[in-house]
């Protein structure tokens, strides 16, 4: 089924529009950062960019990218009413809905992964000419790339889970617009409840931001926060997953 | 085509509640291996909540969908508009199918169907460019892709021109004849319903109003027309318990109403010496029969 899912989906127009303006606007903000650099207005590092390229991109365009592209594999499926078909052809709801949660897996790894190759060439391209200096040390490319990674590719899982939403929402109210701001402002309020004190989802967050601000991550006891920070995720992820199965699996379906 | 041993499908006491509102009520279907099956009422009866109970996408309130076996192989589309991918090609919207089922792509089969549908010259078109008519078709050929028991269709013929309507009529008629398809149609034209249905069921308000084959349906059972040289020496003689509908000069229009068979209305009125030269049961159209059994009434303005 996950199959059909990405030929279906990975060949929209929607796809595509989504992956060229995620580079689009690293591009333009990548020269704007480039442009700072060359008038003395800042100092961007490899690792700098890196940092402030995925901190633009993860906290606003991506987590939207994805809730949109989340709504719109399923909610076109009410449109078009071929949700019916697997379910006609002898598939269970739960591997339809199991189906839907992979390809919006997958849409978010791959606007991930693009963004990220497209960050680390710009990155090369302008930003290579200093030292990489991460508190007070000196760190190679290969291990400023690795951190960039492992940080971007956390903040991916997290923002994974709010496609989910996207999907619920549509379940529950078969509109995309719905489905979009729902999950969009649940992102942004699950942020600004970072910034509150005793936050509960503090390892959750903190695992992507202290890999790229602490050289020396022993000493602020990462494993412990990394692992706070996946039993964390393990829970909101089997939360909302069996709650969009349970809803799925229970609701009548109605086509537009 | 009908075989009236073999249930396919058959629905018991199905209601369906949307929280105070009752949309279907007790609802029995039979549908037996080789039926074009016609449920038929206005618009809002429940004939769709009906389909989309049997095809799973609503859960029963109350009641029971039973099929022959869980091997029946069932297919087909609601709504009215097929489900095709608009971004895609016909073909690879019937590829979509092998994906999902995890079968390998089967070209041949697809090729089988395009050309059953008569979509094979525009395989490689996007179904989104398609016209409704042949959207439909994509929609039928999709659902004749695994050689289906059992295909449902609700409103095929909605949003077609008339020749698409025919082609429509002339297709489900084939693949009945031929492949031996059993189908469940929902449908308010009943002209159309009249060309092609096997059996029907008319609903109205969500209550099941009644469930006949067609045949059974057009034959006014207590209603018999007799052709006699003695009309009025027949009307004289008729016995008490049967009516008087309608005469003229060399017929007689008449209704048992009790017990009577039409051999002992014969025997009484031959054994008065009235020469009667023959009797046939009076068949009604369907469309008359639709009013008197919805409205009460033969009249199609009641429902206006």
């Given at each position: 089924m996950l199959r059909s899912e990405v030929n279906k989906y990975f060949h929209t127009r929607v796809f595509w529009s989504l992956i060229g303006i995620s580079v689009l606007l690293l591009v333009l903000y990548s020269f704007l950062l480039a442009g700072m650099n060359q008038v003395g207005l800042s100092n961007y590092s490899f690792l700098d960019y890196l940092v402030a390229a995925t901190n633009f991109y993860i906290n606003i365009t991506f987590p939207l990218m994805v809730c949109l592209f989340a709504a719109y594999s399923l909610g076109t499926e009410y449109q078009w009413r071929t949700l019916l078909l697997p379910l006609l052809e002898g598939r269970s709801?739960?591997?339809?809905?199991?189906?839907?949660?992979?390809?919006?897996?997958?849409?978010?790894?791959?606007?991930?992964?693009?963004?990220?190759?497209?960050?680390?060439?710009?990155?090369?391209?302008?930003?290579?000419?200093?030292?990489?200096?991460?508190?007070?040390?000196?760190?190679?490319?290969?291990?400023?790339?690795?951190?960039?990674?492992?940080?971007?590719?956390?903040?991916?899982?997290?923002?994974?889970?709010?496609?989910?939403?996207?999907?619920?929402?549509?379940?529950?109210?078969?509109?995309?617009?719905?489905?979009?701001?729902?999950?969009?402002?649940?992102?942004?309020?699950?942020?600004?409840?970072?910034?509150?004190?005793?936050?509960?989802?503090?390892?959750?967050?903190?695992?992507?931001?202290?890999?790229?601000?602490?050289?020396?991550?022993?000493?602020?006891?990462?494993?412990?926060?990394?692992?706070?920070?996946?039993?964390?995720?393990?829970?909101?992820?089997?939360?909302?997953?069996?709650?969009?199965?349970?809803?799925?699996?229970?609701?009548?379906?109605?086509?537009? | 085509m009908t075989n009236p041993d073999t249930l396919i499908l058959e629905t018991q006491h199905l209601s369906k509640s949307f929280g105070e509102i009752h949309a279907l009520k007790n609802v029995n279907m039979k549908v037996h291996l080789g039926d074009i099956y016609v449920l038929l009422g206005p618009n809002g009866a429940g004939k769709t909540t009906t389909m989309n109970l049997i095809t799973g996408l609503y859960k029963p309130s109350g009641g029971h969908i039973r099929f022959q076996n869980s091997q029946i192989n069932i297919s087909g589309f609601i709504g009215?508009?097929?489900?095709?991918?608009?971004?895609?090609?016909?073909?690879?919207?019937?590829?979509?199918?092998?994906?999902?089922?995890?079968?390998?792509?089967?070209?041949?089969?697809?090729?089988?169907?395009?050309?059953?549908?008569?979509?094979?010259?525009?395989?490689?078109?996007?179904?989104?460019?398609?016209?409704?008519?042949?959207?439909?078709?994509?929609?039928?050929?999709?659902?004749?892709?695994?050689?289906?028991?059992?295909?449902?269709?609700?409103?095929?013929?909605?949003?077609?021109?008339?020749?698409?309507?025919?082609?429509m009529r002339e297709l489900i008629l084939s693949m009945n004849i031929e492949e031996g398809i059993t189908w469940l149609i929902s449908s308010h034209i009943l002209g159309e319903v009249e060309k092609i249905a096997t059996r029907v069921c008319i609903i109205k308000d969500g209550t099941q109003r009644i469930e006949s084959s067609l045949e059974d349906m057009h034959k006014n059972k207590n209603v018999f027309m007799l052709k006699t040289s003695s009309t009025q020496m027949a009307i004289t003689h008729l016995p008490a318990d049967v009516e008087l509908l309608d005469?003229?000069?060399?017929?007689?229009?008449?209704?048992?109403?009790?017990?009577?068979?039409?051999?002992?209305?014969?025997?009484?009125?031959?054994?008065?010496?009235?020469?009667?030269?023959?009797?046939?049961?009076?068949?009604h159209r369907l469309e008359k029969l639709y009013f008197q059994i919805c409205y009460g009434t033969g009249d199609n303005n009641a429902a206006i």
């Open positions: 709801r739960v591997s339809v809905i199991s189906s839907k949660i992979g390809l919006t897996a997958l849409a978010t790894a791959a606007l991930y992964i693009v963004f990220q190759c497209a960050a680390i060439l710009i990155a090369f391209w302008l930003f290579s000419s200093q030292e990489i200096i991460l508190e007070n040390r000196s760190i190679t490319y290969v291990e400023a790339v690795g951190r960039s990674l492992f940080s971007g590719g956390w903040s991916a899982m997290i923002i994974f889970l709010f496609g989910q939403i996207a999907l619920l929402l549509i379940i529950l109210y078969r509109s995309q617009t719905t489905a979009v701001v729902g999950s969009f402002m649940t992102f942004i309020v699950f942020i600004l409840l970072g910034n509150v004190h005793q936050n509960p989802f503090a390892p959750l967050l903190q695992v992507s931001s202290t890999m790229v601000q602490s050289a020396n991550l022993s000493r602020v006891n990462y494993m412990n926060t990394l692992a706070a920070g996946v039993i964390q995720w393990l829970i909101l992820f089997a939360l909302i997953d069996g709650l969009l199965i349970y809803v799925f699996r229970t609701r009548d379906i109605v086509l537009d | 009215g508009h097929a489900p095709v991918y608009p971004h895609l090609s016909a073909v690879d919207n019937l590829k979509q199918a092998f994906l999902i089922s995890g079968n390998p792509v089967d070209q041949a089969q697809i090729n089988n169907v395009l050309d059953k549908v008569n979509l094979r010259a525009a395989s490689s078109r996007l179904a989104g460019e398609f016209s409704t008519g042949m959207q439909q078709r994509l929609g039928i050929a999709r659902a004749l892709l695994f050689n289906p028991d059992l295909i449902v269709l609700d409103e095929p013929t909605s949003g077609l021109d008339p020749e698409g309507i025919a082609e005469s003229a000069e060399g017929y007689l229009m008449v209704q048992l109403t009790r017990s009577p068979s039409p051999s002992d209305l014969i025997k009484v009125l031959v054994e008065n010496g009235i020469p009667i030269h023959e009797v046939s049961p009076v068949k």
